[in-house]
């Protein structure tokens, strides 16, 4: 993954997540199994009509709460898929806090636009 970028006050700030998931609702939600400590992520229709979603979170000790951002963009890599090209992918904000280790779909985080 090669994280996220934000300019803000005409500076540039790489940020790499500090933690990472995915929620799979087929397999979360029956079986209870956190994917916090897997090395891929999946995101989007998975093969029985389940969808996947990524979480990541990123510390941003670099950016003041008096600064404003004014453009965020966000980097991912595929290390597999159909037809390659570009993926549409959307994004949003976790309403609470969650923790890698033990989100699955049933205790994901309400989502807000970004």
Do not use: K
Not at 61 to 81: C, E, H, K, R, Y
Not at 100 to 110: D, H, I, K, R, T
């Amino acid at each position: 993954m090669d994280g996220i970028d934000f300019t803000f006050d005409r500076q540039c700030l790489e940020l790499v997540p500090v933690a990472d998931t995915t929620v799979n609702s087929v397999t979360n939600a029956h079986y209870g199994e956190p994917y916090g400590s897997r090395d891929q992520l999946t995101v989007g229709a998975g093969y029985e009509f389940d969808e996947n979603r990524i979480y990541l979170r990123f510390d941003t000790p670099g950016i003041a709460s008096n600064q404003t951002v004014v453009s965020a963009s966000l980097a991912l890599q595929s290390s597999f898929g159909s037809g390659g090209g570009l993926v549409t992918v959307e994004v949003y904000n976790a309403t609470a806090s969650w923790d890698e280790a033990s989100l699955v779909w049933s205790n994901q985080p309400g989502l807000q636009p970004a």
